[in-house]
């Protein structure tokens, strides 16, 4: 019998589902620490940027003793942690010295899908006009400017070749071909008489004298 359903699209093998096994324990043991660590620097940030310098002096260093935790468990790269230690550090100071400091949070975005979408929309046609232009460098504005000498040439050597073809004669007159009745045009040409084929005749053969 089989230890695993047919559609079962986890770990078959022990290996496998000793892997599983432990990233479920890792992850429960560094998933908090690491939780907590964001939590405490993001808190020291805001109440620095909000200017309470006894709260973000007591919240500075519960923030690096929760990366320094996390580093040590394993839930953070040490550089890392040194690296967000060393940010924070300088945002608060900066902070509290009065300078302006983007918080830590995430900022969310504020347009929606079908904004989205119509901001895209309006790009797309901004930059198809602007192509449409052609170039507007002096050989560019040559080029066009010859297309259009060639094209008004072209037009009017066809206009020409439509106003001779009209069938105008040699001596100055027009032939107008006589319009077709309705009659006329449903009943069908007529093909012309054939003459009447000729009879065959069967040739005898002459016998021979004796």
Aim: net charge positive; proline share 5%; hydrophobic share 40%.
């Amino acid at each position: 019998m089989a230890h695993s359903a047919r559609n079962w699209k986890g770990a078959r093998t022990p290996q496998a589902i000793k892997r599983d096994r432990q990233s479920e324990r890792r992850h429960a043991v560094n998933q908090p620490r690491e939780s907590a660590a964001r939590t405490l620097v993001a808190k020291a940030l805001r109440l620095a940027v909000a200017g309470e310098a006894e709260a973000a002096a007591t919240a500075l260093p519960a923030a690096e003793a929760a990366l320094d935790r996390a580093a040590k468990t394993g839930a953070i790269h040490p550089n890392a942690a040194a690296r967000r230690k060393s940010r924070l550090m300088r945002k608060v100071n900066a902070a509290l010295a009065g300078a302006t400091v983007s918080g830590a949070a995430h900022v969310a975005k504020t347009t929606g899908r079908a904004a989205a979408a119509k901001a895209a929309k309006a790009r797309v046609a901004a930059s198809r006009a602007t192509k449409a232009k052609g170039e507007q460098t002096a050989a560019g504005k040559a080029r066009a400017a010859v297309h259009r000498a060639t094209r008004g040439d072209a037009a009017t050597a066809a206009q020409s070749a439509t106003t001779t073809g009209t069938g105008t004669t040699a001596t100055g007159t027009t032939r107008t071909r006589a319009p077709r009745t309705r009659a006329a045009a449903a009943a069908p040409e007529t093909a012309p008489e054939q003459s009447a084929p000729k009879p065959r005749t069967r040739a005898t053969k002459k016998k021979p004298e004796a």
